[in-house]
């Protein structure tokens, strides 16, 4: 499923998500006005849920992983890096420099903008 669209990837991430521990996960992750995840949007779909999913995403594109790690929901961002923390891991040593900067990039654009989004990606990478 590599070539799944982003729109494709983040309706999947959608369809397992949880009303219920979306509500919880919002109070966890401190998303209310002025609090570091101010914002932020969660579906409510578990961290062992979001890696094996993640596993039918491997080899998606740069720029897939992009608009998904601009997407507001909290579990579709954390789904990208974890698919980019594999893209990285299996790349040859001279294309590894490409998934820093995305991710760079990411970082820098605020969208790894949570303590589980950066203990998730920032150490492999």
């Excluded at 959608?14 to 002025?34: E, I, M, Q, V």
């Excluded at 914002?39 to 998606?60: M, S």
Aim: charged fraction near 25%; include cysteine; charge should be neutral.
């Amino acid at each position: 499923m590599a070539s799944a669209s982003a729109a494709q990837i983040r309706s999947a991430v959608l369809a397992l998500g949880d009303r219920d521990r979306a509500a919880s996960a919002a109070t966890y992750f401190k998303t209310g006005p002025g609090e570091y995840g101010a914002g932020d949007v969660f579906a409510g779909v578990r961290v062992p849920v979001l890696r094996k999913l993640a596993d039918g995403y491997r080899g998606a594109s740069r720029p897939t992983l992009t608009r998904l790690l601009d997407d507001e929901v909290h579990e579709v961002r954390l789904l990208a890096l974890i698919v980019l923390v594999g893209e990285f891991e299996r790349a040859p040593e001279h294309e590894r420099a490409r998934w820093v900067q995305c991710y760079r990039d990411a970082v820098a654009a605020g969208w790894v903008n949570n303590w589980d989004l950066v203990d998730s990606s920032a150490r492999q990478i």
